[in-house]
T-cell receptor, first 109, second 113 residues
Framework: GIQVEQSPPDLILQEGANSTLRCNFS?????LQWFHQNPWGQLINLFY???GTKQNGRLSATTVATERYSLLYISSSQTTDSGVYFC???????????FGGGTRLMVKP | SAVISQKPSRDICQRGTSLTIQCQVD?????MFWYRQQPGQSLTLIAT?????????ESGFVIDKFPISRPNLTFSTLTVSNMSPEDSSIYLC??????????FGPGTRLLVL
């Protein structure tokens, strides 16, 4: 099946700093989503982005499908950004979303 | 978007018992998914549940251990049977809309003693 790798696995930031999270995948995809799992366990959709660039407030994402990676940018980080960020993909072979291992982010005040 | 609710939100169970988790969606969806998230780990798909047909299980998951019902287009249940401490996880229900964005319920936190 498709492999999804995220980096870095852990990240500590000072409030106000910017960061870039990366997601590499091993095959072509027709669906790529970024999620934020908050400290209470709730998964929040951030972006549906199988290709191209999207922005939503302080967050933006870019997927370069031909090179099989996606980036999530967090600018001016806040303590509420803390949690785990997951990248998930599915390809034409099936309907299941395959998740990466996640990036655990802690933003310190 | 989709609003998904799960019951119970959390439970503590004794080994050898079974727990049924309910998932309710505010709109009709064809495909519902059940995921497991073990402590500190990523999400793993247990099975895909389509209304009117048997659930499709992923490798490593079997119907006897995780029976699933899908009686209509807005509801599904997952049972965790004959539980052991290794079943302690968060169990999440998920749906996909318009073949694109996938949404997740709040999860059921299960602790097996």
């Amino acid at each position: 099946g498709i492999q999804v790798e995220q980096s870095p696995p852990d990240l500590i930031l000072q409030e106000g700093a910017n960061s870039t999270l990366r997601c590499n995948f091993s095959d072509s995809v027709n669906n790529l989503q970024w999620f934020h799992q908050n400290p209470w366990g709730q998964l929040i959709n951030l972006f549906y982005i199988p290709s191209g660039t999207k922005q939503n407030g302080r967050l933006s994402a870019t997927t370069v499908a031909t090179e099989r990676y996606s980036l999530l940018y967090i600018s001016s980080s806040q303590t509420t950004d803390s949690g785990v960020y997951f990248c998930a993909v599915n390809n034409n072979a099936g309907n299941m979303l395959t998740f990466g291992g996640g990036t655990r982010l802690m933003v310190k005040p | 978007s989709a609003v998904i609710s799960q019951k119970p939100s959390r439970d503590i169970c004794q080994r050898g018992t079974s727990l049924t988790i309910q998932c309710q969606v505010d709109s009709q969806v064809t495909m519902m998914f059940w995921y497991r998230q073990q402590p500190g780990q990523s999400l793993t798909l247990i099975a895909t549940a389509n209304q009117g047909s048997e659930a499709t299980y992923e490798s490593g998951f079997v119907i006897d251990k995780f029976p699933i019902s899908r009686p209509n287009l807005t509801f599904s249940t997952l049972t965790v049977s004959n539980m052991s401490p290794e079943d302690s996880s968060i169990y999440l229900c998920s749906v996909r809309l318009f073949q694109e964005t996938q949404y997740f319920g709040p999860g059921t936190r299960l602790l097996v003693l």
